[in-house]
């Protein structure tokens, strides 16, 4: 649970972080050639890199969570008991509802 909480800890970090420094780096001239763009293009290329980077890191977060076995996560049993109670419940309250519709009608 640890590891998982640390990958969503650290990608969230660098969804917000990767953005800020590319639009930090172009707007101070820190890249090679962007000293050289319009302040147009500037806000143009730096906008499309952010959002690129946001969807690299997502995409990367993504592949990290389907790596992940999937053996190891055990559901909790009181849960899957509530969960079961639940829709056994909801089931015989769906079937009132629709017999009252009936009689409406």
Known sequence: MVGVVNKFFI?????????????YGFNHNLFPGSGQLS????TLWSGILAVISVNIV??????????????KHVPDPAFLADAKASINQSGTTEGDSSSDRAKEE
């Open 58 to 71: 997502i995409v990367f977060y993504i592949y990290s969570a389907m790596k992940e076995p999937s053996d």
């Open 11 to 23: 990608a969230s970090m660098l969804m917000w972080i990767a953005p800020v420094a590319i639009l």
């Open 39 to 42: 302040p147009e293009s500037t």
